[in-house]
């Protein structure tokens, strides 16, 4: 099925630094969300996102709705070790409900 | 806390035994839910729409006959994989949308067919 286009597909960081990832798509959706999947666990809601341009908070996190609609990025600022995971973006277009994943990033420290 | 839960969290069958997985919304009722699976290092894929009230719909390439969809009230759909096989072995994950706005994903069931 369609996947967006999401990078990197991993990344290591180290405590402190901020981290950037983001989401593409050849086409518009209505609505951008962005989870973090822990091993063994389902995807738990990070931002939402529901309009064009729409710059969002959540504590350390910043994701921001593309003017295009056509994308997303998600920042983590000064990460800290459970920072570490899966991190999807999912998309929604205007008709309809179902969600669009990004293939996700994957977050690891560096030893 | 969790808005959406799932039962069991793992179950290990034999192959050819049918296994029943379920997905309820905690603090809200929700018309649809959907079924994903999703293999180890891989994203999320959508297997289902679960219809409170009338048939799922599957997406390309899923089996109907082989899982089964059940949305019998508002907070409850079921997933059973009939004569489950070693392939099946996988990580089934559940979601509602609670409002207009906002899905939310149950914390998975992990499948193993012996």
């Known amino acids: ?13 180290q405590e402190g630094e901020d981290v950037s990832m983001n989401c593409t798509s050849s086409s518009i959706f209505n609505t951008w969300l962005w989870y ?19 710059l969002t908070s959540n504590g350390r996190l910043t994701a921001q709705f593309g003017i295009t609609r056509k994308d997303s990025f998600l920042n983590i600022s000064a990460s800290i070790p459970s920072d570490v995971g899966i991190y999807f973006c999912a998309g ?11 293939g996700g990033t994957r977050v690891l420290v560096k030893p | ?18 296994v029943k997985i379920e997905c309820r ?4 009722q929700a018309t649809t839910m959907f079924w994903y699976r999703q293999f180890p290092k891989q994203s999320l894929m959508l ?4 219809n409170e009230g009338s048939k799922a719909t599957y997406e390309q390439g899923v089996e109907k006959d082989k899982f089964l969809i059940n949305h019998a009230s508002l907070t409850l759909s079921t997933l059973t994989v009939t004569s489950a096989h070693p392939e099946d ?14 899905q939310y994903f149950g914390p998975g069931t992990r499948l193993t067919v012996l």
């Not at chain 1, 929604?92 to 990004?102: D, E, I, S, Y």
Request: aromatic share 8%; hydrophobic share 35%; with cysteine.
């Open chain 1, 92 to 102: 929604r277009k205007a008709a309809g409900n179902k969600l669009t994943f990004g």
């Open chain 1, 36 to 54: 973090k999947q822990d091993p063994g666990e389902g995807p738990v809601l990070l931002i939402a996102l529901y309009k064009a341009g729409e």
């Open chain 2, 1 to 18: 806390g969790a808005v959406v839960s799932q039962h069991p969290s793992r179950v290990i069958c034999k192959s050819g035994t049918s």
């Open chain 2, 25 to 28: 919304s905690l603090d809200f």
């Open chain 2, 47 to 50: 297997m289902a729409t679960s």
């Open chain 1, 1 to 13: 099925g369609q996947q967006l286009n999401q990078s990197p597909q991993s990344m290591f960081i």
């Open chain 2, 89 to 102: 072995s996988s990580f089934y994950i559940c979601s509602a949308w609670r409002g207009e706005d906002t």
